[in-house]
């Protein structure tokens, strides 16, 4: 059977590495790519974790500008393209 204890952050910046802002830029990307298939809900998400990826990437210089840029283009984007169909549709 498996252990199924927590993991033990011995310091902060060991519990900070999970959630660095490449993990973010990442995340955002792959919410964006998911937004035509998940509606609008993910390409939302996709944006909000491109807005923090970029704030920490721009704070701690650590890598995943280039994700977190791809994230909010495709997130915005598709948000317009869902606002001119509807507004289109009306």
Do not use: C
């Not at 959630?19 to 998400?45: C, D, E, K, R, Y």
């Not at 701690?60 to 977190?68: D, H, I, K, L, M």
């Amino acid at each position: 059977m498996a252990d199924r204890t927590p993991p033990s952050f011995d310091s902060p910046s060991q519990f900070a590495s999970k959630f660095s802002p490449q993990n973010f830029a990442i995340a955002s990307f792959v919410f964006a790519l998911s937004g035509p298939i998940a509606s609008g809900f993910s390409s939302l998400i996709a944006i909000i974790l491109g807005h923090i990826a970029l704030r920490g990437t721009r704070n701690t210089g650590q890598r995943g500008r280039v994700f977190a840029w791809s994230g909010l283009v495709l997130g915005y984007g598709y948000l317009t393209w869902l606002l001119i169909l509807f507004v289109g549709l009306s």
